[in-house]
């Protein structure tokens, strides 16, 4: 069973478009919700996390939109660039309980010039 | 050296084979973590280490054994090993009870 579940599983944008990347979890026990980007031949490394007493976060060109009652949360990318092609993952857990992190299957994104 | 890091970073091996890999983090952690990650599929844990204690294990088979030392070094043993488990494995660490983890670069493993 899939706890969290992302789309798409591909984006293809141009330079400078916004690309958004949807997240839905199911279990409320969740308060920790990180992203991920990874490159290729790369681990996962965090882009920016949110926990749910906000939102909205943002860091740099990264955003994150949180909606509790609809449990899901999205990753906009402002200004995008070709260096911002990899594969984003977004993630979900309990802080203080299980250091389980669930994973969303990932979403490709490829920024063209 | 800094963060998670892992080696070798390639491996290949044939069936028959028995290899280890290793994971060292830097970062002062108390978990460490096996991850599998292959084409087209979710990252999938398979290994939880909290305080050189195996807290979970993910029905993984029985010819990937993993080994945690101490806190700072985690090892995955493999003996006869299939081409299906061919896949960028990672190591990661976080300090017990909180969700950011940190990632090494991976070891990626083709089996023959």
């Known amino acids: 069973q899939q706890q969290v579940k992302q789309s798409p599983q591909s984006l293809i944008v141009q330079k400078g478009g916004i690309p958004i990347i949807n997240c839905a979890y199911e279990?409320?026990?969740?308060?920790?919700f990180p992203w991920y980007q990874q490159f290729p031949g790369k681990g996962p490394a965090l882009l920016i996390a949110?926990?749910?007493?906000?939102s909205e976060k943002k860091e740099g060109r990264f955003t994150i939109s949180f909606n509790k009652s609809a449990k899901q949360f999205s990753l906009h990318i402002m200004d995008s660039q070709p260096g911002d092609s990899a594969t984003y993952f977004c993630?979900?857990?309990?802080?203080?309980?299980?250091?389980?992190?669930?994973f969303g299957k990932g979403t490709k994104l490829t920024v063209n010039p | 050296e800094t963060g998670v890091t892992q080696t070798p970073r390639h491996l290949v091996m044939g069936m028959t084979n028995k290899k280890s890999l290793k994971c060292e983090q830097h970062?002062?952690?108390?978990?460490m973590y096996w991850y599998k990650q292959s084409a087209k599929k979710p990252l999938e844990l398979m290994f939880v280490?909290?305080?050189?204690?195996?807290?979970e294990n993910n029905s993984v088979p029985s010819r990937f054994s993993p080994e945690c030392p101490n806190s700072s070094h985690l090892f995955l043993h493999l003996h006869t090993l299939q081409p299906e488990d061919s896949a960028l494995y990672l190591c990661?660490?976080?300090?017990?009870?909180?969700?950011?983890?940190?990632f090494g670069p991976g070891t990626r493993l083709t089996v023959l």
């Open positions: 993630a979900a857990s309990r802080q203080g309980g299980s250091e389980k992190l669930v």
């Open positions: 280490y909290n305080f050189k204690e195996q807290t």
């Open positions: 970062l002062g952690h108390n978990a």
């Open positions: 279990n409320t026990a969740f308060d920790y």
């Open positions: 949110i926990r749910p007493d906000v």
């Open positions: 990661a660490s976080s300090q017990r009870g909180q969700g950011l983890q940190f």
